[in-house]
């Protein structure tokens, strides 16, 4: 057995070259790298990787495809089947990373599948000659379930969700299994063909496992056949089961990913109105998660039809609009004049989507404390001030208040709960980077580790990786000490951020709403500089200013920690803060507020503010991103005819904040 020394000895090595290069003057990518090639194209480094692959995978398979039509000399046949297996291996690295961003994998990389299939066909005849009959029908079938999978991808689009749990509307049934393993039956075609032609199996064996693929495909066009007819009859009586139903407010959500932590976290608030309301949503694949988090009705409106558009959703009952997410396509249903639009976002914190001059176009904004009005303000975006309406934070409601500083001698837990990438680079605060070390550090302290990352880390390969090595280290030292870390679905799905920062003695954090919502609790929190430092982080983030900053060097690292799980210097001033940033209420009165103001607006109370600018029409929301009143917008699309171009993957414009 090996000594444990040397792997220590190594590591340290590797930390301290890893310092070294993180303080070392940034050099410009080299034009050859991905990393160049990144920054010359403009694409995240994670599809150039995809893209070479595939290049690559297509070469081989194609070459490989070739060889194994070629009778001698055997050396080059055997180079073929080489080829061959190397490219659907690559091919199914490709898939599995579209898993993990949870992108659609019908049609994916088909061309490079359609090949494979050609060169399972050229192995089969390379070694059972006399089956051609049965080896091309096999193929033929197998090509054509492939190039089926655009028929099928537009055919499942047409017959997307209409309604849930509205009464008198019958919802669209879900596909019997989920479309994407067409692809990866497919692929699994090729493997196991592969595998039938190498043993020389007869060839309709190969023809029988085809002909089961191919019954997949014909079950999914029947289901979106008898989809497409109970979505059209549904829409035909979706108006007249709105109205019917008399929902007093809308919760509008234009969002494709996030919606069980965005919508989640009010979802609960809103029900305690105690008034029938809707869930809007733009994506009807974010339906199965929004019924999850509420009995209320789901509606997804059709923007290509007149039946089922948003103008035929807004009924006469309807007084208020709520919304969570910061897309773009919240200003088509702003348009809709009547109602009260109130801009809620989904947490608090100094990143740029809680002072996006967009929110300047909604009647109300819903901040916490006056540090939520300060922030707009200092980012030079001017609300009026009736439109901003300090509210608290009803979700800080579950943390337990705990001011009294743990004894010295104490065990302790902390929470590390870095944010995800952002939506552009100039919004990446994300220190999971370097979470592994920081991670290693708070083990070596002796400290219990409760690990939460972002849920939309888990859309980026690289960043899953991040977090699977850091789950690794903790599950080794859980086994080596006994130390009970939590990580996984305990952490992120069983437990909310409450629940998390109520088992936890501190917080590392990044630039995130978690840093205020632990305000509530009292306890210590770092917070890890990614974007600017020193004098600069501060002055750009106030938070910080009761936090414990952890430069992105780590040079601040141990000084940090020492503070957070020791003598806590800042706890004076983290308290006063709390009122700040929070409101006057905690504990079980924290929602009180927010349920007072959103009971008015739900009943027509305190409502409407009335402008002189407009909401853009429909198709004109593509340029509000960077505009400050509705003022400002019109001035903008009087100046410059404006055309949204919709997104080639779903026929819509989409922007996470």
Request: proline share 6%.
């Amino acid at each position: 057995m090996r000594s444990a020394v040397p792997v220590r000895r190594v590591e340290s090595q590797e930390r301290s070259i890893a310092r070294y290069l993180l303080v070392m003057e940034p050099q410009p990518p080299s034009a050859l790298s991905v990393r160049g090639w990144s920054a010359t194209v403009g694409a995240n480094q994670s599809k150039i990787v995809d893209l070479l692959v595939s290049s690559l995978g297509n070469v081989a398979a194609v070459t490989g495809t070739v060889l194994l039509f070629v009778t001698e000399p055997l050396a080059l046949r055997l180079t073929g089947g080489l080829l061959l297996v190397a490219a659907a291996v690559g091919v199914g690295w490709l898939l599995r990373r579209e898993i993990a961003r949870r992108g659609p994998l019908l049609t994916a990389y088909a061309g490079s599948r359609l090949v494979l299939l050609v060169g399972v066909a050229a192995a089969y005849l390379a070694r059972r000659p006399d089956q051609g009959t049965w080896v091309w029908v096999a193929t033929g079938i197998a090509l054509l379930a492939v190039l089926t999978e655009p028929t099928i991808k537009v055919l499942l689009r047409k017959t997307e969700q209409v309604a849930v749990n509205l009464p008198g509307v019958r919802p669209v049934p879900e596909p019997p299994f989920p479309p994407d393993r067409i692809a990866v039956g497919s692929l699994l075609t090729v493997v196991v063909g592969d595998v039938l032609a190498l043993s020389a199996a007869p060839a309709w064996l190969y023809l029988v496992l085809v002909l089961l693929g191919f019954a997949a495909v014909l079950i999914m066009i029947g289901h979106a056949v008898r989809a497409n007819l109970i979505g059209k009859a549904s829409l035909t009586v979706l108006p007249k089961a709105l109205a019917k139903y008399r929902p007093a407010f809308v919760v509008y959500y234009g969002g494709e990913h996030g919606a069980r932590y965005q919508l989640g976290m009010w979802l609960p608030y809103l029900e305690r109105l105690d008034k029938p309301f809707v869930v809007i949503t733009r994506e009807a694949s974010t339906v199965p998660t929004i019924t999850s988090l509420t009995r209320a009705p789901v509606v997804v409106p059709r923007t290509n039809s007149a039946l089922g558009n948003l103008d035929s959703l807004v009924v006469k009952s309807m007084k208020a609009a709520f919304y969570v997410q910061g897309s773009r396509a919240n200003l088509s249903f702003q348009r809709h004049r009547r109602l009260t639009h109130v801009w809620l976002n989904h947490g608090d914190s100094d990143k740029a989507a809680n002072f996006s001059a967009r929110h300047a176009t909604y009647d109300r904004v819903l901040v916490s404390g006056q540090q939520g009005v300060e922030r707009y303000a200092a980012h030079g975006v001017t609300l009026d001030p009736q439109q901003v309406m300090i509210v608290g934070r009803p979700q800080v409601e579950k943390i337990e208040v705990r001011d009294e500083p743990l004894p010295a001698e104490a065990p302790r837990t902390v929470l590390y709960a870095p944010t995800w990438r952002g939506g552009r680079p100039a919004t990446d605060y994300s220190s999971l980077p370097i979470g592994e070390r920081i991670v290693q550090a708070l083990l070596e302290r002796g400290t219990t580790i409760i690990f939460r990352p972002h849920p939309l880390s888990y859309a980026d390969p690289v960043d899953v990786g991040l977090i699977r090595r850091i789950q690794q280290r903790l599950d080794t030292d859980r086994r080596t000490t006994g130390r009970g870390h939590t990580w996984g679905v305990r952490a992120e799905r069983e437990w909310d951020v409450a629940d998390c920062l109520n088992a936890s003695d501190g917080l590392v954090t990044d630039v995130s709403s978690v840093a205020s919502d632990n305000l509530a609790s009292g306890k210590p929190f770092a917070m890890v500089a990614m974007r600017a430092s020193g004098a600069a982080f501060l002055a750009e983030f106030p938070m910080a200013r009761v936090a414990y900053v952890i430069e992105k060097d780590l040079s601040t690292l141990d000084a940090a920690l020492g503070s957070l799980l020791g003598d806590d210097p800042m706890a004076e001033q983290r308290r006063a803060y709390r009122r700040h940033c929070l409101g006057d209420q905690l504990g079980s009165h924290a929602a009180d507020e927010f349920l007072r103001v959103a009971g008015q607006l739900v009943t027509g109370g305190g409502g409407r503010r009335e402008t002189a600018g407009r909401i853009p029409p429909s198709g004109e929301d593509e340029r509000a991103e960077a505009v400050g009143s509705r003022g400002e917008l019109d001035e903008l699309l009087q100046a410059e005819a404006v055309e949204i171009r919709p997104d080639p993957r779903n026929g819509r414009s989409e922007h996470v904040a």
